[in-house]
């Protein structure tokens, strides 16, 4: 695979702008993004990573990535077949950010994910949600911003940063209808290019040949990454685009999939919430697809919103009355039932088994463990036993062995993504277990069985235990 060289003038510690050329599968199926590296030493990029990325010997690198995409008929949420191109020609510019270890650190996996933009900014919620399996484990991450809802906040944050990003094309169909569609509502932007954004951005990245972003990276892995509205738009990505692109080893979906075909040879898991349980059909698994339905679990984890309050307000992108507000300040509005309080059931540790499960998938053909799915009702409700919580799914310690008492939110979807959870009293937790030597000893047992099923990864079964040695017992 060639590449342009660039101009000496340009040439940073990685190449400030490069294209690529070639005849491989991948260049042939897709078109390569030109990616121009940001320098702007004054400022840093919005959304750039809430975690002293050094600490885990990593760098953050933030592109422009450009380039001329297709319009697709058939790309939408509900389709089950292949897209067809409908015409070219589509300038578009975006970003990516690119977070990477040493190449003596990397692992050999590149995850990928798609941002979401429901809250009207990117957000990697999925990232927020697993940082530390992946910056501890030497994986390369990059975060593309597919959308227009997301590219649009972008460029009201800082103009001088961002105005030159585009990502808007006619939606209109010319054999009659449209070629994209939100699933958010009639009045949110649609984003009939965010497909070859997307591929073409990952083309590139996959690239190691002299001045790539990861030259000299042994890249055997691609994994596509995407939480919620992002999920969703990667499900349309693995039915209608995959087929086209061939891009991607795995695709790891958080909260949730909808259906995926079950045609294709592609691993894939659905890590799901016991909050959206009910709100959406359920997904059913198939040789090549897994769901595993996590117990107890909110839209987003204690863990992850924390990391994500962080990131807000470090940006500033939600403007209050008396200053920014965090992502959870945000919730207030919403007069929720009971505070907004997430979950304490860790969805990052799910996440990271499934990451580890789909690599051995993708590089070795060792399937995934079993579906863990929640039993339904003849209407596909979940069921419950006595006590209201959810029969079945994949219980990690958190839920398993709990500390806190979990309940369904309302009445605003965003309230009942948020979920509830309040710690029970050093008096409940005695009279439910006894001793904190039982209470502990049952955590760590929990995490034992999911370890050898291949549904927790050693470190976040000690961190589990951790978590429990912290809590206080009546004496």
Same mark, same amino acid.
């Given at each position: 695979?060639?590449?342009?060289?660039?101009?000496?003038?340009? $040439?940073?510690?990685?190449?400030?702008?490069?294209?690529?050329?070639g005849?491989?599968?991948?260049a042939? =199926?897709?078109?390569?993004?030109?990616?121009?590296? /940001?320098?702007?030493?004054?400022?840093?990029?919005?959304?750039?990573?809430a975690?002293? +990325? *050094?600490?885990?010997?990593?760098?953050?690198?933030?592109?422009?990535?450009?380039?001329?995409?297709?319009?697709?008929?058939?790309?939408?949420?509900?389709?089950?077949?292949? =897209?067809?191109?409908i015409?070219? !020609?589509?300038?578009?510019?975006?970003?990516?950010? +690119?977070?990477?270890?040493?190449?003596?650190?990397?692992?050999?996996?590149?995850?990928?994910?798609? *941002?979401?933009? *429901?809250?009207?900014?990117? /957000?990697?919620?999925?990232f927020?949600?697993?940082?530390?399996?992946?910056?501890?484990?030497?994986?390369?991450?990059?975060? /593309?911003? =597919?959308?227009?809802?997301?590219?649009?906040?972008?460029? %009201?944050?800082?103009?001088?940063?961002? !105005?030159?990003?585009?990502?808007?094309?006619?939606?209109?169909?010319? @054999?009659?209808?449209?070629?994209?569609?939100c699933?958010?509502?009639?009045? $949110?932007?649609?984003?009939?290019?965010?497909?070859?954004?997307?591929?073409?951005?990952?083309?590139?990245?996959?690239?190691?040949?002299?001045?790539?972003?990861?030259?000299?990276?042994?890249?055997?892995?691609?994994?596509?990454?995407?939480?919620?509205?992002?999920?969703?738009?990667?499900?349309?990505?693995?039915? %209608?685009? @995959?087929p086209?692109?061939?891009?991607?080893?795995?695709?790891?979906?958080?909260?949730?999939?909808?259906?995926?075909?079950?045609?294709?040879?592609?691993?894939?898991?659905?890590?799901?919430?016991?909050?959206?349980?009910?709100?959406?059909?359920?997904?059913?698994?198939?040789?090549?697809?897994r769901?595993?339905?996590?117990?107890?679990?909110?839209?987003?984890?204690?863990?992850?919103?924390?990391?994500?309050?962080?990131?807000?307000?470090?940006?500033?992108?939600?403007?209050?009355?008396? !200053?920014?507000?965090?992502?959870?300040?945000?919730?207030?509005s919403?007069? $929720? =039932?009971?505070?907004?309080?997430?979950?304490?059931?860790?969805?990052?540790?799910?996440?990271?088994?499934?990451?580890?499960?789909?690599?051995?998938?993708?590089?070795?053909? %060792?399937?995934?463990?079993?579906?863990?799915?929640?039993?339904?009702?003849?209407?596909?409700?979940?069921?419950?036993?006595?006590?209201?919580?959810? /029969?079945?799914?994949?219980?990690?310690?958190?839920?398993?062995?709990?500390?806190?008492?979990?309940?369904?939110?309302?009445?605003?979807?965003?309230?009942?993504?948020?979920?509830?959870?309040?710690?029970?009293?050093p008096?409940?937790?005695? %009279?439910?277990?006894?001793?904190?030597?039982?209470?502990?000893?049952a955590?760590?047992?929990? !995490?034992?069985?999911?370890?050898?099923?291949?549904?927790?990864?050693?470190?976040?079964?000690?961190?589990?235990?951790?978590?429990?040695?912290?809590?206080?017992?009546? @004496?």
């Amino acid at each position: 695979m060639r590449f342009t060289s660039p101009p000496a003038t340009s $040439c940073l510690a990685f190449a400030a702008a490069f294209s690529i050329f070639g005849s491989t599968a991948f260049a042939d =199926a897709v078109s390569p993004a030109t990616l121009t590296l /940001i320098d702007m030493a004054d400022s840093a990029p919005m959304s750039a990573a809430a975690v002293d +990325l *050094t600490a885990f010997g990593y760098s953050e690198l933030e592109f422009f990535t450009e380039g001329t995409a297709q319009r697709y008929r058939g790309a939408t949420l509900g389709e089950m077949d292949t =897209a067809e191109v409908i015409d070219d !020609g589509y300038s578009y510019r975006s970003r990516v950010l +690119l977070r990477r270890p040493s190449q003596e650190a990397f692992n050999g996996t590149l995850v990928v994910e798609w *941002t979401n933009v *429901t809250a009207g900014q990117d /957000i990697d919620f999925a990232f927020a949600e697993m940082h530390e399996h992946l910056l501890s484990q030497g994986y390369a991450v990059a975060v /593309i911003s =597919a959308q227009k809802n997301g590219v649009d906040r972008l460029k %009201t944050w800082s103009l001088e940063r961002y !105005g030159s990003l585009t990502v808007d094309a006619d939606n209109v169909d010319p @054999q009659g209808g449209v070629v994209d569609t939100c699933v958010a509502g009639p009045d $949110c932007p649609v984003d009939p290019l965010a497909w070859d954004i997307f591929s073409q951005t990952v083309v590139t990245l996959k690239s190691t040949g002299n001045g790539a972003p990861l030259a000299g990276y042994d890249i055997e892995t691609v994994i596509a990454l995407g939480q919620s509205q992002s999920a969703f738009r990667l499900s349309s990505y693995y039915n %209608t685009i @995959q087929p086209l692109t061939g891009l991607f080893n795995g695709f790891l979906f958080d909260d949730l999939a909808p259906q995926l075909r079950t045609d294709l040879q592609v691993p894939a898991i659905s890590v799901n919430s016991e909050v959206t349980a009910d709100m959406f059909p359920p997904t059913e698994p198939s040789d090549f697809v897994r769901i595993w339905d996590l117990a107890g679990a909110a839209h987003s984890s204690v863990y992850g919103a924390e990391y994500v309050d962080r990131m807000v307000l470090r940006d500033a992108s939600y403007p209050g009355a008396n !200053g920014p507000l965090s992502f959870t300040e945000t919730l207030a509005s919403q007069n $929720c =039932a009971m505070p907004s309080s997430y979950s304490e059931v860790d969805t990052g540790a799910a996440l990271s088994a499934a990451l580890v499960s789909l690599e051995a998938w993708a590089e070795e053909g %060792t399937p995934a463990p079993a579906s863990q799915v929640f039993a339904r009702d003849a209407d596909g409700k979940v069921l419950r036993d006595a006590e209201g919580l959810p /029969i079945g799914g994949l219980q990690l310690p958190e839920f398993a062995v709990p500390a806190t008492s979990n309940a369904i939110n309302g009445p605003t979807v965003f309230c009942t993504l948020s979920g509830y959870s309040q710690d029970l009293t050093p008096d409940e937790m005695t %009279t439910r277990y006894g001793t904190k030597d039982a209470y502990v000893a049952a955590v760590q047992a929990s !995490g034992q069985d999911l370890i050898e099923a291949g549904y927790l990864l050693p470190d976040d079964a000690k961190a589990s235990v951790a978590r429990a040695e912290a809590v206080d017992f009546a @004496q």
